[in-house]
């Protein structure tokens, strides 16, 4: 790496969010017009994680179908300290995917998580306009500063589905470490995208127990 | 059983240890309950939460990007409308309890809207009416964005045409999506066996090459309803009878070298299946 990355601008509102949130204003009166503009807007995006995620093309079309009609019932009641549409919306994507999966997998011991909403809808927005700044190169420095069991364990747990203790029985790793990977996985991505040390957050830790 | 001892009851370390699998959405429901009541409750903001969670757009963006089928899009605007149409519905018949007609509850949950519970009861022909509704507002919609004001009024009686069949008792709609062509449509099937097709979208066949329209039965071979001439804006309109009124009986439209087909040339063009009604 040459120059230190620059700080991302990781939480800020831009005329993005406002068009969404005027979009989303339309879709609350029943604008049929306005549904198909988000769809429009954010059908790539919304699409390719539930791909991801289900490696299921029709699946995944269901998936994308039902979080835009959540969306489509709901958007009156959207609070909008929760965060941008955006972040509402491809949560709302992962959050279904990731029970498709589940449910497709008889072994998986799982609660019905259809009542539960996402942990990142109980957050401050994380998407923000995020992922619609970041190039090619940028996430590629951020995943290239994960090792590979670090890698490893994120991606079994975010696109994969599985918990933290699933994760450590198809491993073989002790629970304590597949924690620990995670974390400090997402604070490696982090430090390479901010160039912060944030001693605060990642101090003292190492990869095991 | 947990793996956690105390899970209502988690310490701030606890909390910071946990914040990745938390984050990642990698904890069992119980244990994520008890980050949030800790999170509720803790005088320390937690920033490292967020610190984390501001990762999974990046997660995300990593994903190689891959378009939906055409289709979705109308599923979609179709599926919307008649949740619209079923929200405005007036009294449902006697046979539906009214407390099934609340459209959205107020319990966080239904954020989400849901895949398996239907919060609300609609009779099959508002079902109908609202999915042909869609089709002409956001049909009309898109044309006259196009500037294609006479072509779109031409689409717009084909499909005020198919709506009448569609409004008649015991008749079923066929949203057409797109196979092998973006080409779109709406058909109706009366209980007499009458169906109206219009389609739109529709490229200009060369030479001899006809549009020509299939009813396939389950576990049955193909059979010929007729052929569709293209109008000069790729709207297609087709009115026979003989086509049964049997929810699943699927539509079809094949491009064939000329006209007589009897068996269908592939790929599909568009095709859907015939939706059942009351």
Not at chain 1, 77 to 103: F, N, P, Q
Not at chain 1, 121 to 141: F, H, I, K, S, Y
Not at chain 2, 136 to 158: C, F, I, M, S, T
Not at chain 2, 187 to 209: Q, V
Request: aromatic share 4%.
């Amino acid at each position: 790496m040459s120059e230190p990355t620059r700080p991302l601008p990781l939480r800020v509102t831009t005329a993005g969010d406002d068009a969404d949130r005027a979009v989303l204003a339309r879709i609350s009166n029943g604008e049929l017009n306005a549904l198909d503009e988000l769809y429009e807007r954010y059908k790539t995006m919304a699409y390719s994680i539930a791909y991801r995620i289900t490696d299921d093309a029709s699946l995944a079309e269901d998936v994308v179908q039902d979080a835009y009609l959540g969306v489509w019932r709901n958007a009156a009641r959207y609070i909008e300290g929760r965060g941008s549409v955006k972040t509402w919306l491809l949560s709302i994507v992962h959050h279904r995917a990731i029970d498709a999966i589940r449910r497709r997998r008889p072994t998986t011991e799982l609660p019905e998580r259809d009542d539960v909403p996402p942990a990142t809808l109980t957050l401050p927005d994380v998407w923000g306009e995020v992922a619609a700044n970041l190039d090619a190169e940028t996430v590629r420095t951020a995943l290239s500063a994960l090792t590979d069991v670090q890698r490893e364990a994120i991606e079994l747990a975010y696109f994969g589905g599985l918990t933290q203790v699933e994760i450590a029985e198809q491993t073989s790793t002790p629970l304590g470490t597949v924690k620990s990977r995670m974390r400090l996985g997402l604070l490696a991505m982090r430090r390479a995208l901010t160039g912060e040390a944030e001693p605060s957050i990642g101090a003292g830790e190492s990869d095991r127990p | 059983m947990s793996d956690l001892r105390r899970p209502a009851d988690l310490t701030c370390d606890e909390v910071r240890e946990l914040a990745g699998a938390f984050v990642l959405g990698a904890l069992r429901e119980e244990d994520a309950a008890a980050v949030r009541a800790h999170l509720d409750t803790c005088p320390d903001a937690h920033a490292e939460i967020l610190a984390l969670a501001e990762m999974l757009p990046v997660l995300a963006a990593s994903v190689p990007p891959v378009e939906p089928s055409a289709g979705l899009r109308d599923r979609l605007i179709a599926a919307a409308a008649a949740d619209l149409e079923a929200r405005a519905a007036p009294a449902p018949a006697p046979t539906v309890p009214s407390s099934s007609m609340g459209a959205v509850t107020p319990k966080a949950e239904s954020i989400e809207g849901g895949r398996s519970r239907r919060p609300w009861s609609v009779p099959a022909w508002a079902l109908r009416v609202a999915a042909v509704v869609a089709i002409v507002v956001l049909g009309g919609w898109n044309l006259l964005l196009q500037g294609q004001l006479g072509d779109a009024q031409a689409y717009e009686r084909q499909v005020a045409n198919v709506l009448a069949v569609a409004a008649k008792q015991g008749s079923l709609t066929v949203v057409m999506t797109p196979g092998s062509a973006p080409a779109t449509g709406l058909a109706a099937i009366d209980a007499g066996g009458g169906m109206t097709l219009a389609m739109r979208d529709l490229a200009k066949p060369s030479g001899t090459a006809v549009y020509e329209a299939w009813m396939i039965a389950p576990k049955a071979a193909p059979v010929p309803l007729g052929e569709m001439s293209i109008a000069g804006d790729g709207s297609a309109y087709l009115q026979v009878g003989g086509v049964p009124a049997t929810p699943g009986l699927v539509v079809a439209l094949t491009r064939e070298p000329g006209p007589g087909a009897t068996t269908p040339t592939l790929p599909i063009v568009s095709s859907g299946t015939a939706t059942a009604s009351s």
